[in-house]
């Protein structure tokens, strides 16, 4: 049994590092959880609910900073490269 608790950051299974807000349904099966999305793939930061089921692993606060960096590095790229077009 997966224990979640707000502010906790976890891998989910697409891949995504995701950071956990809140309960916001309380299914017997799986129940499911407000989450805001950290990296994937340079994609923007959201909030969006995910079911329990869905998630992988439990991250460090570690694990979680270098995905955090990984995006904004790419995004800091992105951004210099369509100035100097």
Same mark, same amino acid.
């Given at each position: 049994?997966? +224990?979640?608790?707000? +502010?906790?950051? *976890?891998?989910?299974?697409?891949?995504?590092?995701?950071?956990?807000? &809140? &309960?916001?349904?309380? &299914?017997?099966?799986?129940?499911? *959880?407000?989450?805001? &999305?950290?990296?994937? =793939?340079?994609?923007?930061? =959201?909030?969006?609910? /995910?079911? #329990?089921? =869905?998630? #992988?692993?439990?991250?460090?606060? @570690? +694990?979680?900073?270098?995905? /955090? +960096?990984?995006?904004?590095?790419?995004?800091?790229?992105?951004?210099? =490269? @369509?100035?100097?077009?």
């Amino acid at each position: 049994m997966l +224990e979640i608790k707000a +502010e906790d950051y *976890w891998l989910i299974k697409d891949g995504s590092t995701v950071c956990v807000l &809140k &309960k916001i349904e309380e &299914k017997k099966d799986s129940p499911r *959880w407000l989450v805001k &999305k950290l990296y994937r =793939n340079g994609e923007a930061i =959201n909030n969006f609910p /995910v079911a #329990e089921a =869905n998630f #992988e692993r439990k991250l460090s606060l @570690q +694990e979680a900073r270098k995905a /955090v +960096e990984k995006f904004f590095k790419k995004r800091a790229k992105d951004f210099l =490269n @369509q100035l100097s077009m």
